[in-house]
């Protein structure tokens, strides 16, 4: 075990610490429906269109690779079984109306515009480009009508419009559209000050509703996922004989993705840009809070926990790449579960380092309904963790990439993500081009 974590003391953080965090939590625990991926196309699209009148006779779709992954397999909810990077974008054009709703566009779906997706669809209108950036997360939509043409691209967040130009002239910005962009890298997260920041965070006020929306709306599609067939049905399947405690937190997170990846219209409150990482870090810390009978109070506050751990590695990472979100998400569960059981500080950071550093193989190859299963996995890695915690038996520095300090793993995983898998990656999305056709190239 860590001297180092041993030795903290709880101290009260600085006032722009606090409001750090706080601003960093309203910054990322958002609604979104469907897959963020799609979502995101949609609402780029919708954006796009709405600035033009007329008939629409084309439009162009360039994105990012990891884009390209993660928008490939996952079904367009109020749609069927729509799927995919064109489906996304023109179901966003007729959805324009409604662009305010952003990642939750795709709420405002009818029979009618359906049938005028399936037009356009059949019209044959869009194109895809592979967009060659740096970003990650990067899209780019073109629109032209018999006389106009529009753009709008968004970067490095889901609903960071970078620009929008009509015409070839870049518009004003305006505060309906621009969101701002928050760096996450910028915000010095650490084991102690997230501890401290969950035992003082004033619950009573926004802080406090919006953790109960996420409990609330999370929760919601979990149980739709254990009520109704969804994709894999991995969440029903580990729960065939009876379960447990930790084998119903496994299946209940799991089956919130099952519901999800398959097409489910049910809104979920996302965690570093990813519906299913926002499920896998609210779902196993329901089941064990109805468990252990927790107060409304102690739950949120795991939650709260859970919630910027899992940001403390994606900031070191990225909201997309090769390493799969959900080992992460499921890490961070199992931080707020061992806070839930009354764990110190130095213990839940230990949980979440011990986790991350006995799953961290797990690979991301998009959104589809495999996210489930490695849903449960990466939820029953967090629930061994927080055991070896609690009863101290951590995993020892110098084993593997395992350090002296859970921060120095915590790093050290990040800094394998972020740079060791970008040939991973690679091959990754080379493997799943060959079931599509090659797109287009393009240059931001």
Same mark, same amino acid.
């Given at each position: 075990? %860590?001297?180092?974590?041993?030795?903290?003391?709880?101290?009260? $953080?600085? *006032?722009?610490?606090?409001?750090?965090?706080?601003?960093?939590?309203?910054?990322?625990?958002?609604? %979104?429906?469907?897959?963020?991926?799609?979502?995101? =196309?949609?609402?780029?699209?919708?954006?796009?269109?709405? /600035?033009?009148?007329?008939?629409?006779?084309?439009?162009?779709?360039?994105?990012?690779?990891?884009?390209?992954?993660?928008?490939?397999?996952?079904?367009?909810?109020?749609?069927?079984?729509?799927?995919?990077?064109?489906?996304?974008?023109?179901?966003?054009?007729?959805?324009?109306?409604?662009?305010?709703?952003?990642?939750?566009?795709?709420?405002?779906?009818?029979?009618?515009?359906?049938?005028?997706?399936? &037009? $356009?669809?059949?019209?044959? #209108?869009?194109?895809?480009?592979?967009? *060659?950036?740096?970003?990650?997360?990067?899209?780019?939509?073109?629109?032209?009508?018999?006389?106009?043409?529009?753009?709008?691209?968004?970067?490095? @967040?889901?609903?960071? #419009?970078?620009?929008? @130009?009509?015409?070839?002239?870049?518009?004003?910005?305006?505060?309906?559209?621009?969101? *701002?962009?928050?760096?996450?890298?910028?915000?010095?997260?650490?084991?102690?000050?997230?501890?401290?920041?969950?035992?003082?965070?004033?619950?009573?006020?926004?802080?406090? @509703?919006?953790?109960?929306?996420?409990?609330? &709306?999370?929760?919601? =599609?979990?149980?739709?996922?254990? &009520? &109704?067939?969804?994709?894999?049905?991995?969440?029903?399947?580990?729960?065939?004989?009876?379960?447990?405690? @930790?084998?119903?937190?496994?299946?209940?997170?799991?089956?919130?993705?099952?519901?999800?990846? %398959?097409?489910?219209?049910?809104?979920?409150?996302?965690?570093?840009?990813?519906?299913?990482?926002?499920?896998?870090?609210?779902?196993?810390?329901?089941?064990?809070?109805?468990?252990?009978?927790?107060?409304?109070?102690?739950?949120?506050?795991?939650?709260?926990?859970?919630?910027?751990?899992?940001?403390?590695?994606?900031?070191?990472?990225?909201? $997309?790449?090769?390493?799969?979100?959900?080992?992460?998400?499921?890490?961070?569960?199992?931080?707020?579960?061992?806070?839930?059981?009354?764990?110190?500080?130095?213990?839940?950071?230990?949980?979440?380092?011990?986790?991350?550093?006995?799953?961290?193989?797990?690979?991301?190859?998009?959104?589809?309904?495999?996210?489930?299963?490695?849903?449960?996995?990466?939820?029953? %890695?967090?629930?061994?963790?927080?055991?070896?915690?609690?009863?101290?038996?951590?995993?020892?520095?110098?084993?593997?990439?395992?350090?002296?300090?859970?921060?120095?793993?915590?790093?050290?995983?990040?800094?394998?993500?972020?740079?060791?898998?970008?040939?991973?990656?690679? $091959?990754?999305?080379?493997?799943?081009?060959?079931?599509?056709? /090659?797109? *287009?190239?393009?240059?931001?």
């Amino acid at each position: 075990a %860590s001297t180092h974590i041993k030795g903290l003391r709880r101290m009260s $953080l600085s *006032e722009q610490t606090r409001k750090n965090y706080t601003e960093l939590l309203f910054h990322e625990l958002i609604l %979104s429906q469907g897959c963020t991926e799609p979502a995101a =196309i949609a609402y780029a699209a919708a954006l796009c269109r709405a /600035q033009l009148g007329g008939e629409m006779l084309q439009v162009k779709v360039a994105c990012s690779e990891n884009l390209f992954k993660n928008a490939k397999s996952a079904v367009i909810p109020n749609t069927g079984a729509l799927k995919g990077i064109v489906a996304a974008a023109i179901c966003g054009t007729v959805c324009s109306a409604d662009v305010e709703l952003k990642l939750e566009i795709l709420e405002s779906m009818t029979p009618a515009r359906l049938a005028e997706v399936h &037009r $356009l669809l059949d019209a044959n #209108v869009c194109e895809v480009a592979l967009l *060659e950036s740096a970003e990650k997360l990067h899209i780019v939509v073109e629109i032209w009508t018999q006389t106009e043409q529009a753009l709008v691209e968004i970067s490095h @967040e889901h609903t960071h #419009v970078k620009r929008i @130009e009509k015409n070839g002239v870049p518009l004003q910005e305006n505060s309906s559209w621009r969101a *701002e962009e928050l760096n996450l890298e910028a915000i010095p997260l650490c084991p102690q000050d997230i501890y401290t920041y969950t035992e003082e965070a004033d619950l009573h006020g926004a802080l406090g @509703e919006l953790l109960q929306m996420q409990l609330d &709306r999370n929760v919601a =599609i979990c149980n739709e996922g254990m &009520r &109704r067939s969804w994709g894999s049905n991995i969440g029903k399947l580990l729960t065939e004989n009876n379960a447990d405690t @930790e084998k119903l937190a496994c299946a209940f997170a799991a089956a919130g993705s099952d519901a999800r990846m %398959s097409g489910c219209a049910m809104p979920v409150v996302i965690n570093s840009g990813s519906g299913n990482q926002g499920i896998t870090i609210t779902a196993p810390i329901y089941v064990y809070a109805e468990t252990l009978q927790a107060p409304r109070e102690k739950t949120l506050r795991a939650l709260l926990l859970a919630n910027l751990m899992s940001l403390y590695l994606k900031g070191m990472i990225g909201k $997309l790449s090769a390493y799969c979100g959900a080992v992460s998400a499921g890490s961070a569960a199992g931080a707020g579960i061992a806070y839930l059981k009354g764990a110190s500080a130095a213990q839940i950071s230990h949980a979440f380092a011990n986790s991350v550093a006995a799953i961290s193989g797990v690979l991301c190859d998009g959104a589809k309904p495999s996210c489930a299963a490695k849903i449960a996995c990466s939820v029953y %890695s967090g629930i061994l963790a927080q055991k070896m915690a609690l009863s101290g038996n951590d995993f020892c520095g110098g084993d593997g990439i395992v350090a002296q300090t859970p921060e120095e793993t915590i790093s050290n995983v990040g800094e394998l993500a972020r740079k060791g898998l970008v040939e991973i990656d690679r $091959l990754i999305l080379d493997t799943m081009y060959t079931t599509l056709p /090659q797109p *287009e190239s393009c240059k931001a």
